[in-house]
């Protein structure tokens, strides 16, 4: 399991790479979203919990574009899981 340290600078790593690659910030949130999947697949319920609240956080105090405002929570990621989207419904 990644520890909140670890995510967070491979989080930032991914970021600072491709923010060289695409300066638009619609083509930047698409390539991040790609590159970021296999990572968040890696994340406990809580890790993810914690991770989108302190993204929104973050996007809203640098007035990133596409950041939505502090407490919209209907702009968060749906988290699923897993294990139970595999349950046979029979």
């Known amino acids: 399991m990644l520890t909140k340290r670890h995510l967070l600078r491979e989080l930032d790593r991914i970021a600072i790479r491709l ?4 300066p638009e910030p619609a083509d930047f949130w698409q390539a991040y979203g790609e590159e970021t999947i296999p990572l968040y697949r890696r994340l406990s319920i809580d890790q993810k919990a914690w ?6 956080a973050t996007l809203a105090l640098h007035g990133m574009p596409g950041a939505p405002p502090l407490g919209a929570r209907s702009a968060r990621p749906a988290v699923v899981d897993e294990a ?3 349950e046979d419904p029979a």
């Open 19 to 22: 923010l060289d690659v695409y």
């Open 51 to 56: 991770l989108f609240d302190r993204l929104e």
């Open 84 to 86: 139970h989207e595999r």
